[in-house]
């Protein structure tokens, strides 16, 4: 969360400015005071009056004229973090040689605290020479950058320079600001579903698509953890996360049981195929063989090899039920966890695929605590809030 916390969002001359008014929202929703400062060409893009709306308070324009005296030395000493998205190549050059020619980059200039800077640009603007030396600049200033992807941009070309989207950039303000409250805890999340392989092409998988887990990584990230995400997805997470692609039950297992010896907390969200075919086959199955007889055999149990360590973590799993969590609440006893998240996924607000879940906190005395729908990310919140709480307290 961002409660309180003072973020001034520079706004600059490009295209992806309209995704300006979406990160003022999640910026403000994580309860933080947003301040805008536009650039002459920003208006451009950009109404001042859309920014005005969503912050409550018309964006800074230009030194002279406001009711400020001084608006750049006033703005850097109330700004707590300044953030520009989109950074145009000017903007971007402006800052990299220290000029202070219009409010934002004196703004700046005259600022102390951490500058994260979101670069949008057609990707031979990115790619120049002059760019990609700015770049460098900004990165031995310290200057935070997020992004560029490489993806769609304005006018059908495709490549490097689309401005990151909004939740990477909070996530990279969270994690310099968000006050650090799980700084030094090392935390390891599994996500998504596993794949097993039938024969080169063909797999039996399942629905997950690893956002629940991703967003436990991410929120722990925010908060300062150091996070490994041994993962099936492949969801965009801000850099600080380690992340380690698997694909299979085995490969995950080997990758799980490998980190959690040196972590505090483990929260596996994966869903991991308890069964898997004997046999893969070299090449793939034909039509005309019949249908292949596939037998099925156990894949290792996760969570009950991580619990069966020597010195395990604080350790969480996640149960996906259909119908009734009731089974969940056996399976929080047997398996040695600390808390049993289960969630119904037939239900349309929970599970799988959707970015809002439905889950009930089973612990292993079998006392239950069902949770509202909420969206994964204030799931992942409450969640990382009660281990904390459950830790301090054993
Ligand atoms: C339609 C249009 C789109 C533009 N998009 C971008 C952009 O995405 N990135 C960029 O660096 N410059 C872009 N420019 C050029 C900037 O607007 C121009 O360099 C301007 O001087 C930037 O000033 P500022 O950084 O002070 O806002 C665009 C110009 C036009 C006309």
Redesign the pocket.
Known sequence: MLTGRRILLGV?????AFKVAYLARRLIERGAQVRAIM????GEFLGAQTLAAITGTAPYEDFFGGESVSPHTELARWADLIVIA?A????MARLANGLSD?LLSATVLAFTGPVVVAP???TE?WESPATQRNVSLLNADGVHLVGPESGPL?GGDEGPGRMSEPEPIVDRIEALLGGGSMAGTRVLVSAGGTREPIDPVRYLGNRSSGKMGTAVAVEAAARGAAVTLVTTADLPVSDSIDVVQVETADEMAEAVWKLAGGVDVAVLVAAVADFKPQDRADTTLRRASGPPDLKMVPTPDILAGVASQENPPFLVGFAAETGSVEQAAEKASSKGVDLLVANDVTLPDSGFGVDTNQVTIIRPNGASDGWPVMRKRQVAARLWDLIAEERAST
């Not at 600059?12 to 992806?16: F, L, Q, R, Y």
């Not at 145009?88 to 903007?91: E, G, R, V, Y």
Request: glycine share 10%; proline share 5%.
């Open positions: 600059s001359g490009g295209v992806a650039t002459s060409s920003a989109p145009t190549a000017a903007t219009d949008a640009m057609h603007m304005a």
